[in-house]
């Protein structure tokens, strides 16, 4: 797209997105204005038990005054990478560890306005810890499911988390 | 989960989001900040060919200074049903009417921090007219692709969308 910036302004710092919002100019001598959530990015697991079981979390969410039943995930903290983040948030959130994560693939969440990419790691050879949760997050549960639950579940809108859905789609797929 | 709203405050009102940051107190007595991107939603498309191709669209994405490949899909206008949303959508981005319209789900893009909420319709029966791009959708190209093709580009990381990816997912899934 051809296109001149002739402003750009953050307008929040915030602690999960910065809203940045751009002024342009097209090619046309028309003026286009862009907003943009600046999200650091994050890191989704499917951690697979050694009976075929998957481990997934049912929390609240704040924006949609719900509980959503979803693959544990969570935010990149400062330059941290993707991988240790999946380490991190699957033991925080489900008190497992795993032997070894496998990369499925990344999503870009909602590429219109956001810059928050996703990794998706596989996660096998689980042995059980302690969990550490953040504030917010007490009161989660864990669901184990197989396979086929979680579908019929995505099929009957009783789970509808995107990254959950991209994560069962990249397992299936995936030969290994 | 349990706290007590303390403060919300609309930050900025945007074109495509409005920016809300909520001070909130739980019952422990520390304060959490929640930040949400209020989002009016949007209608996703996947459009069936005749011969099984699907339409997706290439097209640049500001965030990320590039161009992906995705289904069809835009904004809600205000008070427009996701359904209506669909049918313009699919004719401003394509070019295409269809007969039928069969909803396939609904997804939560990020549910952490954005009211999101994505209408996956299947569309058949499609016949060619104009499409009517917005200012900033033209160099927008279509592909037809057979759904295997799309798979292979997903996990190749071609196709990164995750409305694209849970798109495909559903209507692999979805008994008609």
């Not at 909602?110 to 810890?129: R, S």
């Amino acid at each position: 797209m051809n296109y001149k910036l002739l402003k750009s302004q953050i307008l929040y710092r915030g602690k999960v997105f910065d809203h940045q919002v751009d002024e342009i100019e097209y090619d046309s001598g028309n003026i286009g204005i862009r907003e943009i959530a600046f999200h650091p990015g994050g890191a989704v697991v499917v951690p697979i038990k050694d009976d075929g079981k998957i481990i997934l979390v049912k929390q609240y969410r704040y924006p949609f005054k719900k509980t959503l039943i979803e693959l544990p995930a969570g935010k990149l903290d400062k330059n941290e990478d993707p991988l240790t983040c999946a380490v991190r948030e699957l033991e925080e959130e489900t008190g497992y560890k795993a032997r070894d994560f496998i990369k499925l693939g990344a999503i870009y969440t909602a590429p219109g306005y956001c810059t928050e990419i996703l990794h998706i790691y596989k996660a096998v050879g689980l042995t059980q810890g302690n969990h550490n949760r953040e504030e917010g997050e007490h009161g989660m549960e864990l669901f184990e499911l197989t396979q086929e639950e979680i579908v019929t579940m995505i099929l009957s809108g009783e789970i509808n988390d995107a990254k959950t859905i991209a994560g069962i789609f990249y397992l299936q797929k995936t030969k290994s």
